[in-house]
Nanobody, 118 residues
């Protein structure tokens, strides 16, 4: 069963913009936070941004001021607006959702490739 569906991503020149979307299925209950990790080529996965459902947002230092995470609760969707993209932002971006109905569970999206060219 697919719980998170990602869209967006693609190829863009340095300085350009992209938006990622992550829609959560209604089959997931008790979600309290969503966000994105990314995995650059030949590097470890790193946390990029988090949206806690109390409205708190957090970002890794390298994307502060360039990326914005937001949520549309009516659509069960979280967005990652990426501006001023740099080649270092290249990687596979994975959406996640943390749920706590019963035991804590983390769900993952299928991944979206973001490639930033020089």
């Amino acid at each position: 069963q697919v719980h998170l569906v990602e869209s967006g991503g693609g190829l863009v020149e340095a300085g350009g913009s992209l938006q990622l979307s992550c829609a959560a299925s209604e089959s997931i209950s008790g979600v309290n936070a969503m966000g994105w990790y990314r995995q650059p080529p030949k590097k470890q996965r790193e946390l990029v941004a988090t949206y806690a459902f109390d409205g708190t947002t957090t970002y890794t230092d390298s994307v502060k001021g360039r990326f914005t995470i937001s949520r549309d609760s009516a659509k069960n969707t979280v967005y990652l607006q990426m501006k001023g993209l740099e080649p270092g932002d290249t990687g596979a971006y994975y959406c996640y959702a943390d749920a706590s109905a019963g035991r804590p569970v983390r769900y993952w999206g299928q991944g979206s490739q973001v490639t930033v060219s020089f």
